[in-house]
């Protein structure tokens, strides 16, 4: 198997997400700090994607234009771009 090229996942911004079903907010990938269901929407989607039981200190690898606050139960996300 060849080795996976981590370069492009290296962010330079990190910040709290404050989540919200109205406001954008693009991410390259997310940190989930408290377990729980994660909420979003896939950049060039407009459909809603739920994660669910994202355990506490997993990453989810996905550029996402929003991280919804309906059905969102996670806590302490943190998003990186």
Not at 14 to 30: I, P, R
Request: charged share 10%; no cysteine.
């Amino acid at each position: 198997m060849a080795a996976s090229n981590l370069s492009g996942q290296i962010a330079d911004f990190a910040q709290a997400v404050t989540t919200s079903d109205t406001a954008s907010n693009q991410y390259t990938y997310l940190y989930v700090g408290g377990a729980g269901n994660v909420s979003v929407i896939p950049e060039g989607s407009d459909t809603a994607v739920v994660y669910s039981s994202v355990p506490a200190g997993q990453y989810i690898f996905l550029r996402v234009s929003k991280v919804n606050a309906t059905d969102t139960t996670a806590t302490n996300i943190v998003g990186h771009r």
